[in-house]
Structure formats: structure tokens, C-alpha cells
């Protein structure tokens, strides 16, 4: 599929564009308010001299060991927003906001050099550990806590103490009580120490370099989802005929209180995805793949929904597609053929 084919009307007039001419900024973008409420997040947390640098680049990311964070270009202009919930799963406020603090554990991290020190790599381990994308997480650990999506936190040292500095970050996250019998405590004990004893301290490295910037992006707006649409993963063969026609009953020759199964599962795909990455560690393109074949057959079959039924069809699809996720999680496949 091409980007051409789905891209929003409204979008298409850029697609030709090369990045670095949308003229875009922070300043007076959708983010602008929402970078201000993560300076007051840190501000009310008593870190008065930590302002790490936000700027727009090509994905969520902190450059390693640069106290800086880069928000995806696309989230600075409705026109691009739209096209990436197109081709990808749009982030909310709520999620940008996750991504924002955990993103600032890992500045905070480089402009103290936290890293460095004995105690950290105690609590952590050691920051030149390999990473890994495929990182097999242990669920439901307590030696680690719960933000993002997918066990995040065990994929690495640096994001165990991103994801720790982000739920003592988020307000409300209650994370004394929480956490109060895990041994994950006394990471979030670290954090909380460690803000209060440099909180009115200048960072070391109060500056970072900065990755590619959307100045820098000479690519096309087309040019660049092409290449997300060509690299997205395949799930490979998934023979679910069968139990997807278990799970949608509905005869075909019934006309009342129905209506198309593949509509009722897209209205609810973002969510789906959501909880199924959350709660599986499956990473996102793969479950949103899987999702969308799910979908996809459902409609090739002509599959119907009672209406009266759906929240019992959606119960019945997540559990489903929950054991092809752990399935895929210990063996490497959703389907074994």
C-alpha cells in the first residue's frame, strides 16, 4: 500500500514536500502546552535547574548520554497528525505526556551523570549493557515498575531508570503505596533522594547535542511513511478461519440489529493494540499487524456482529488475540503451522 492511498485529503498537498520546508516548531504547535505542563511537572517535583531541551526530529528519543528530548515531527501539525494515525497509532495527550517524562529520566540520567556512580549501577546494572529490541521480559516482575507499554523497563538499565524517574514523575501516581512491597521500591526511593539532593544543583551537562532535527530532514513527507509502510513487520501466515468464524456466529441471512464484524473491530483497533502491547510485550507494529490481519480476514469472510454482543465479541478477541501474542512471545510465531 502506498502512502498516497491513505493519506486524508487534507494531508495530500504536503506529501510531496520535503520536511525541513513545513516550517515547523514547537512554538505555537498542538505540543506547546503540553511541553510547558512537563516544565511545571519537574518544577513542582522540587527540580528547579533541570529544563532539559525539547525539539521536534523523526521519533520520541533522548540521544545517548545528551540531555535532550526529541518529539516526533508529526505531532507539531494537524495535517501530519493525521497521516500518521493513518499509517501508525496516533499518540494522545495522556501518551505524550508518558513519553515526555520517561524521556526525561534519560536526560536527567546524562546532565548528572547518575550513570556513572556505584550506587546507580547497583540498583540498574551496567549502562553499557547490549541493547536489545527482541528482549525477552520476565511479566509481571516486581523488581521493576510499570509506565510505558511492553515491560519496558526490562529492556535495559537506562530505561529501568526512565521508566522509575517517569512514575515518580506523573502526578498522582501514588507510587509509595503502589509499590510498597515490590522490590522496585528502592529504585523509586533512589529517584525521589536524588531529586531532592540536586534539585536546586545545575547539571553538569546543563546543554546536549541534538539528533536530527526537522531542519535537517530533507526527505519527503510521502518519502519518509514509505519507508515506515516498507519496514513494518509481517506476521506471517495466520490460518484463523476457523476461530474467527467461531467467535462471530451471526448467520449470514440475518438483516436485523447486525453489522459488519471488520467494522466493529477497527472502530476498537487502537485500544486493542494498546492492551495488547501493555500487557503482552509484543512490540507495537508487530501487535498492530496482527490486529489489522484479524480485521482484514474478518471482512474477507463476510463475518457479522450482534450489536446487542459486542462487548462480549471484544472480550473474546483480546483473550484470542492475547494467547497468539504469547504464543508468539514463547515461540516466536502467533501460528504454529
Request: hydrophobic letters at 35%; proline letters at 7%.
Amino acid at each position: 500500500m502506498r502512502v498516497y492511498e491513505i493519506a486524508p485529503q487534507e494531508s495530500r498537498e504536503i506529501l510531496d514536500r520535503p520536511i525541513r520546508e513545513l516550517g515547523l516548531r514547537l512554538e505555537g504547535s498542538p505540543l506547546e502546552r503540553l511541553v510547558e505542563q512537563f516544565y511545571r511537572e519537574l518544577d513542582r517535583k522540587g527540580l528547579k535547574k533541570f529544563r532539559p531541551t525539547v525539539y521536534l526530529t523523526d521519533e520520541w528519543g533522548c540521544p545517548s548520554g545528551e540531555p535532550v528530548i526529541g518529539i516526533p515531527f508529526y505531532l507539531a501539525d494537524p495535517r501530519l497528525s493525521r497521516l500518521e494515525k493513518e499509517v501508525n497509532d496516533l499518540e494522545d495527550h495522556r501518551q505524550i505526556m508518558m513519553y515526555l517524562r520517561h524521556e526525561a529520566g534519560h536526560a536527567l540520567n546524562y546532565a548528572y551523570g547518575l550513570y556513572k556512580t556505584p550506587e546507580w549501577k547497583q540498583l540498574f546494572g551496567p549502562y553499557r549493557r547490549r541493547y536489545r529490541d527482541d528482549y525477552r521480559p520476565v511479566a509481571f516482575s516486581r523488581s521493576y515498575v510499570r509506565h510505558m507499554e511492553g515491560w519496558y523497563a526490562q529492556k535495559h538499565p537506562d530505561e529501568d531508570f526512565a521508566e522509575t524517574f517517569a512514575v515518580w514523575l506523573t502526578p498522582g501516581s501514588g507510587w509509595r503505596k503502589r509499590y510498597k512491597d515490590w522490590p522496585a521500591i528502592e529504585k523509586l526511593r533512589y529517584v525521589d533522594r536524588i531529586a531532592r539532593q540536586f534539585g536546586d544543583v545545575a547539571p553538569a551537562r546543563p546543554r546536549g547535542r541534538k539528533d536530527i532535527t526537522v531542519d535537517d530532514m530533507d526527505m519527503t513527507v510521502a518519502g519518509f511513511y514509505e519507508d515506515i509502510l516498507n519496514q513494518q513487520p509481517s506476521p506471517g501466515e495466520l490460518p484463523l478461519d476457523a476461530d474467527l468464524q467461531d467467535i462471530f456466529k451471526v448467520g449470514r441471512r440475518r438483516k436485523q440489529g447486525v453489522r459488519p464484524a471488520g467494522e466493529l473491530l477497527r472502530d476498537h483497533r487502537k485500544p486493542l493494540v494498546d492492551k495488547l502491547v501493555y500487557w503482552t510485550g509484543v512490540q507495537r507494529p508487530l501487535v498492530k499487524k496482527l490486529i489489522e490481519a484479524i480485521e482484514t480476514r474478518v471482512q474477507q469472510l463476510g463475518l457479522l456482529a450482534d450489536v446487542k454482543k459486542e462487548r462480549e465479541y471484544l472480550t473474546e478477541v483480546t483473550v484470542y488475540a492475547t494467547a497468539l501474542a504469547m504464543n508468539y512471545i514463547t515461540r516466536g510465531k502467533f501460528v504454529q503451522l
